[in-house]
């Protein structure tokens, strides 16, 4: 069709034309509608037909006849008037824009099955659903290839209206005429579905041009905001940074505070202790025993709080012997040994922070030694400038004596107070785009989902 509608409003529009005809004509009884699609193909094809009850109350829908017009339908050059080939009434149609009325089916000369069959059909009328060019494209035709006809005439060359859909309505047998009063009802009501067909196209091209011009700003603000946003990305990177940093001052103190502790190697123990029953144990494929001896022994090199921790070895390590576990038959034996492994990586996450060991750690004063622990083992998920300023302040302190404690401290400030510039600029440079996207009318920034795409963008 010339014009382009989301199918089920299209189908609901000929469902309802289709209705109306039928329970406004006695006579009538069944009504079908086909689509004509845009030139050169011009595929007809059906979209709905509906048959009235003998009560004339209740309509039945569907295509349960088998047709040439049924899905796909048939292209132009397959139904145009040709010779030896049977005339169509729907080539008549299309092609002169006019109606056809089948008032004598035993002397239809563009029936099908009478030519072919030698079988009559029903008493029906068809009639084209017009539209004027000008108002399909509101003044602006596009240069379409409208196909010939077989004499190589081009269709509707001289004609304001173009055709995108056809009716047609059978009746009770000898209830219709050429030009009787149903005829011209019928014709009245193509008008109105075309009516009624072009406002659905007129909406949803507004509705298109809304959405165009959402994508032009967001598309000039991608522009204005290329030069700046593989900067402000790199926030991102500040904040994997800082967790790093934070990572390794935990592998210090740790280090500090288990120098004389028989639980040192608690990690160590256990990930050994998981890759020889893994081994042992046999039956894994390859390529999940190295994933998860990678796994077990890159844990080795995470400082992790404990929260975090745990949810890695939970989701790394545990679910991974979850599933070798249950497709074996390990002893109970075996399996609670290796659950006690797992439960000891866990507990490896507290050490740092263990009561008992903090007691016996006399080497700075236990006020500090509590706010020293509270922000080192604090979950990270949400770090801020107040977190930070802290931190930096107490690694200031010489009773720490972390083996790179001014190292450390030096790297947060600089991390700190780059997070700080690209705070800002993110600020200003998402400001810019708001009065873009908005138009600066009135400084008010409405919660639209393109707003959120290009602040995701940034970020």
């Not at 009884?29 to 979209?47: D, Q, S």
């Not at 008992?356 to 500090?368: H, I």
């Amino acid at each position: 069709m010339t014009i382009k509608l989301d199918k089920a409003i299209l189908e609901q529009s000929c469902k309802e034309i289709i209705e109306t005809i039928l329970f406004c004509l006695p006579n009538a009884y069944k009504g079908t509608v086909y689509r004509i699609g845009k030139p050169p193909e011009m595929v007809a094809r059906r979209i709905t037909a509906g048959i009235i009850d003998d009560e004339r109350k209740v309509i039945s829908w569907g295509l349960p006849v088998k047709s040439d017009y049924n899905p796909p339908g048939k292209p132009w050059k397959e139904y145009r008037d040709e010779p030896d080939r049977p005339l169509e009434a729907m080539a008549w149609c299309v092609e002169k824009q006019k109606s056809w009325t089948s008032e004598n089916p035993n002397n239809d000369v563009r029936s099908v099955r009478l030519q072919v069959d030698g079988v009559w059909e029903d008493f029906h009328h068809m009639e084209p659903v017009l539209i004027r060019k000008e108002d399909l494209y509101l003044g602006n035709s596009p240069n379409l290839e409208y196909p010939p006809n077989f004499k190589g005439e081009t269709l509707w060359q001289d004609s304001e209206y173009v055709v995108i859909a056809v009716i047609k309505i059978h009746f009770q047998p000898n209830t219709i005429k050429i030009g009787s009063p149903e005829t011209r009802i019928i014709k009245k009501l193509s008008r109105a579905l075309g009516t009624e067909l072009l406002s659905y196209q007129l909406r949803q091209q507004s509705v298109e041009a809304m959405r165009q011009l959402a994508e032009d700003k967001i598309n000039s603000c991608n522009i204005l905001a290329d030069s700046l946003r593989n900067v402000i990305t790199k926030s991102g990177l500040i904040f994997s940074l800082i967790k790093l940093e934070l990572g390794s001052l935990r592998e210090q103190w740790e280090g500090v505070l288990l120098e004389q502790s028989d639980q040192r190697k608690m990690k160590i123990e256990a990930v050994r202790a998981l890759n020889k029953a893994l081994r042992d144990m046999g039956g894994a494929s390859d390529e999940m025993e190295r994933d998860l001896i990678f796994m077990q022994n890159k844990f080795l090199s995470l400082f992790l709080p404990p929260e975090g921790g745990e949810n890695w070895v939970r989701m790394q390590i545990e679910e991974r012997w979850d599933g070798l576990l249950s497709g074996k038959s390990a002893n109970d034996e075996h399996v609670k040994e290796i659950r006690g492994y797992i439960d000891q990586l866990k507990r490896s996450l507290y050490l740092g922070m263990d009561p008992d060991l903090l007691a016996r750690y006399d080497k700075m004063p236990e006020s500090l030694k509590r706010e020293w622990i509270e922000l080192l083992y604090r979950n990270t998920a949400h770090l801020d400038s107040l977190f930070l300023d802290k931190l930096t302040r107490i690694l200031k302190d010489p009773s720490l004596k972390l083996p790179f404690q001014e190292k450390s401290r030096k790297c947060l400030v600089h991390l700190r107070t780059l997070a700080e510039i690209m705070g800002r600029l993110e600020d200003d440079t998402n400001e810019v785009l708001r009065q873009v996207l908005n138009g600066c009318e009135n400084g008010v920034v409405p919660n639209m989902p393109y707003n959120r795409q290009i602040r995701q963008s940034i970020l």
